[in-house]
Antibody, heavy 122, light 113 residues
Framework: QVQLVESGGGLVKPGGSLRLSCAAS????????MNWIRQAPGKGLEWVSH????????YYADSVKGRFTISRDNAKNSLYLQMDSLRADDTAVYYC???????????????WGRGTLVTVSS | DIVMTQSPDSLAVSLGERATINCKSS????????????LAWYQQKPGQPPKLLIN???TRGSGVPDRFSGSGSGTDFTLTISSLQAEDVAVYYC?????????FGQGTKVEIK
């Protein structure tokens, strides 16, 4: 079925690194722009990063720019988020989310994974 | 960045009654060339990811019950649940996609009175 499944979350110390993965199935992954969106415990939604179908066009939220790197492997139907220099305020559930647009981006999201929890604490 | 502000933060409504959630953007999200509002609504039930309910301010997503409706234009928007059901207990978020970065409202929690 059509789904996104995130993995790679966990407990990491401030300043540490973590790599999140998102496995897509049930649709042609390479046809869609993809995003990471996070939600701190008990808080609202914050868009984190966006990547084009080819991976050549990338955007980041100011809060993560220079520390996080988004990438994708269309052959493996997978999206990634490399997170470096992690801080306590990066603690959140990280969702992988598919853009609604087919071969184009609309910047809103019609398919979300269940998320993976990242906890940054000493 | 466009700031999205929802009101109220929470509301309690009796089963079968109407629930109304407001969303205000710090600048217009109406794209003049196509006269479309770049505004979406999501529903997030406890322990679940968000689900897209409405796009274009008023177009319901696939499979969304018709008791959910969206209205408004420019900077002021409303999500209405015409007859609240138990399964509608959730947090609702508005999101603008008029400009990058896409931004969300802080959420409105809907409960049963």
């Amino acid at each position: 079925q059509v789904q996104l499944v995130e993995s790679g979350g966990g407990l990491v110390k401030p300043g540490g690194s973590l790599r999140l993965s998102c496995a897509a199935s049930g649709f042609t992954f390479s046809d869609y722009y993809m995003n990471w969106i996070r939600q701190a415990p008990g808080k609202g939604l914050e868009w984190v990063s966006h990547i084009s179908r080819s991976g050549r066009s990338i955007y980041y939220a100011d809060s993560v720019k220079g520390r996080f790197t988004i990438s994708r492997d269309n052959a493996k139907n997978s999206l990634y988020l490399q997170m470096d220099s992690l801080r306590a305020d990066d603690t959140a559930v990280y969702y992988c989310a598919k853009d609604v647009g087919y071969f184009e981006t609309w910047w809103y999201f019609d398919l979300w994974g269940r998320g993976t929890l990242v906890t940054v604490s000493s | 960045d466009i700031v999205m502000t929802q009101s109220p933060d929470s509301l309690a409504v009796s089963l079968g009654e109407r629930a109304t959630i407001n969303c205000k953007s710090s600048q217009s999200v109406l794209y003049n060339s196509n006269n479309k509002n770049y505004l979406a609504w999501y529903q997030q039930k406890p322990g679940q990811p968000p689900k897209l309910l409405i796009n274009g301010a008023s177009t319901r997503g696939s499979g969304v019950p018709d008791r959910f409706s969206g209205s408004g234009s420019g900077t002021d928007f409303t999500l209405t649940i015409s007859s609240l059901q138990a399964e509608d207990v959730a947090v609702y978020y508005c999101q603008q996609y008029f400009s990058t970065p896409p931004t969300f409202g802080q959420g409105t929690k809907v409960e049963i009175k």
